[in-house]
T-cell receptor, first 111, second 114 residues
Framework: KQEVTQIPAALSVPEGENLVLNCSFT??????LQWFRQDPGKGLTSLLL?????REQTSGRLNASLDKSSGRSTLYIAASQPGDSATYLC??????????FGKGTRLHILP | DAGVTQSPTHLIKTRGQHVTLRCSPI?????VSWYQQVLGQGPQFIFQ???????GRGNFPDRFSARQFPNYSSELNVNALLLGDSALYLC?????????????FGPGTRLTVL
């Protein structure tokens, strides 16, 4: 049974810093790994999708990497801004047709 | 183009009642998935439908059911509501079925059970 873990649960960093969010999964036989952003009380916004055959994806200041062999993915945010404050969730697409989410990392960028 | 839409936005019910939540996918998308998100947790997978057929089911009791219509919109039904059913219910659409397609989420329906 796939388990997805995100550490830390919460993170506060000063504006302008680069930061890394971590996501680990127990079953490496995944189709893909997707990163989302969620603002309080809102739905999820898709940030990046990495297919199992890919190592990384980039969009603007965001870069996500995938290492299936070690069961890890990271989301790198460059030059953080107060508007980046949100909860970041990762989710694995699995071969039993289920999508499993982590509990998320609450990110707070300090002005 | 409109994104995924869900109705209603908020809903308050009492224990034992029944509720129906609705979702319209992005135009051209044929798959809809439903998730339950309890406060402080990640979304939990409930159902996926593709071409009006159930494609996947999470670990939820039979009180939860869903269906997909010919226009690819979907309904999630929950019977005999419990306090623990209070959550944000999220709908996601994707072009095709299966977990290998990018998921696009709606704003959610906030259900409160009193």
């Amino acid at each position: 049974k796939q388990e997805v873990t995100q550490i830390p649960a919460a993170l506060s960093v000063p504006e302008g810093e680069n930061l890394v969010l971590n996501c680990s999964f127990t079953d490496s036989a995944i189709y893909n790994l997707q990163w989302f952003r969620q603002d309080p009380g809102k739905g999820l916004t898709s940030l990046l999708l990495i297919q199992s055959s890919q190592r990384e994806q980039t969009s603007g200041r965001l870069n996500a990497s995938l290492d299936k062999s070690s069961g890890r993915s990271t989301l790198y945010i460059a030059a953080s801004q107060p508007g980046d404050s949100a909860t970041y969730l990762c989710a694995s697409g699995n071969r039993d047709d289920k999508i499993i989410f982590g509990k998320g990392t609450r990110l707070h960028i300090l002005p | 183009d409109a994104g995924v839409t869900q109705s209603p936005t908020h809903l308050i019910k009492t224990r034992g009642q029944h509720v129906t939540l609705r979702c319209s996918p992005i135009s051209g998308h044929k798959s809809v998935s439903w998730y339950q998100q309890v406060l402080g947790q990640g979304p939990q997978f409930i159902f996926q439908y593709y071409e009006k057929e159930e494609r996947g089911r999470g670990n939820f009791p039979d009180r939860f059911s869903a269906r997909q219509f010919p226009n690819y919109s979907s309904e999630l039904n929950v019977n005999a509501l419990l306090l623990g059913d209070s959550a944000l219910y999220l709908c996601a659409s994707s072009f095709a079925g299966g977990p290998y397609n990018e998921q696009f989420f709606g704003p959610g329906t906030r259900l409160t059970v009193l």
